[in-house]
Nanobody, 128 residues
Framework: EVQLQASGGGLVQAGGSLRLACATS????????VGWFRQAPGKEREGISC????????YIEDSVKGRFTISSDNAKNTVYLQMNSLKPEDTAVYYCARVSTFAWTTDPCPEIAKYDNWGQGTQVTVSS
C-alpha cells in the first residue's frame, strides 16, 4: 500500500534549523513528485516545495525560498526538507504528499488537489 510518513519535527528556537524527512513506500518513486505542505493553527494548508522523483526538478515557494531546501534520496525513496533560519511563523504541522509527474507540467508545484496520497504530519514549533 502507498505510504508516506513525515518525520523530523520538533521544538527549536528562532534562527535554528531542522531537517524533515518524508519516507515513502508502496509505489514507484520516480513516477511521482513529492510535495511539502504546512498548516498552522487556524490557517489553510499551504504548499512549501516539491520535487520530482523522476528528474529531480524542484520548486520552492517564495514564502520559504532562501531558507528551505528540498532534496531526495531515490535509493531510499525519501524526500527531505532542510529548514534553516526558522521563524516563529514557520510553526505548523508539516505534511508530505505525492502527485503524479504527469500532473506537473509547469512551475509552481502542482495544485494541492492533484496530490492523491498524504502522510501524517510532523509538528514544527519555533519559539521566539
Amino acid at each position: 500500500e502507498v505510504q508516506l510518513q513525515a518525520s523530523g519535527g520538533g521544538l527549536v528556537q528562532a534562527g535554528g534549523s531542522l531537517r524533515l524527512a518524508c519516507a515513502t513506500s508502496g509505489f514507484t518513486f520516480d513516477d511521482y513528485a513529492v510535495g511539502w505542505f504546512r498548516q498552522a493553527p487556524g490557517k489553510e494548508r499551504e504548499g512549501i516545495s516539491c520535487i520530482s522523483g523522476g528528474d529531480g526538478s524542484v520548486y520552492i515557494e517564495d514564502s520559504v525560498k532562501g531558507r528551505f531546501t528540498i532534496s531526495s534520496d531515490n535509493a531510499k525513496n525519501t524526500v527531505y526538507l532542510q529548514m534553516n533560519s526558522l521563524k516563529p511563523e514557520d510553526t505548523a504541522v508539516y505534511y508530505c504528499a505525492r502527485v503524479s509527474t504527469f500532473a506537473w507540467t509547469t512551475d509552481p508545484c502542482p495544485e494541492i488537489a492533484k496530490y492523491d496520497n498524504w502522510g501524517q504530519g510532523t509538528q514544527v514549533t519555533v519559539s521566539s
